[in-house]
Each structure stands twice: as structure tokens, then as C-alpha cells.
């Protein structure tokens, strides 16, 4: 089981790291990578940001619960 969890936490380390470098900085991000730099102000951001918003929230999670499961497991053998 530990062996599981601490390949999961790599995997989500490295995709966490990917996300991140993908979100829109002072210039660009996402969206300006293909092409998107138009965004409406009514909308706030483009659909592709909020989708990568969620989607990195949702890799923080699993990570996270990958951090607690193994000190759980690892504090109490």
C-alpha cells in the first residue's frame, strides 16, 4: 500500500508541477498558448483557464491526500 501511495504522490507531484507552469502568469498562459490572447470581460477568464483551475484543484486534492495517507501509514505501522 505504501508502494502505491508513493508512486500516486510522484505522479501527482510531476502533474501538479505541469499544471502550475501552465496557469497564466503577468503575460500569457493557457489560453495564449494556442492562440486564445482575446479574452471577453464579461467571463472573467476563458473556459480553458477555469477548466485548468479545476482540474489543478483536483490534482491538489489527491495529492494532499496522498501526503496524509502515507504519514499516516508510515507514523503507525
Avoid: Q
Amino acid at each position: 500500500m505504501t508502494t502505491v501511495l508513493s508512486v500516486l504522490l510522484v505522479l501527482a507531484s510531476a502533474l501538479m508541477i505541469l499544471l502550475v507552469l501552465l496557469h497564466k502568469g503577468r503575460g500569457g498562459g493557457l489560453s495564449d498558448m494556442f492562440g486564445g490572447g482575446v479574452s471577453s470581460s464579461l467571463g472573467g477568464s476563458s473556459v480553458a483557464e477555469r477548466n485548468l483551475d479545476r482540474f489543478t484543484v483536483g490534482v491538489g486534492v489527491i495529492w494532499f491526500a496522498c501526503v496524509i495517507a502515507l504519514g499516516l501509514l508510515l507514523a503507525y505501522p
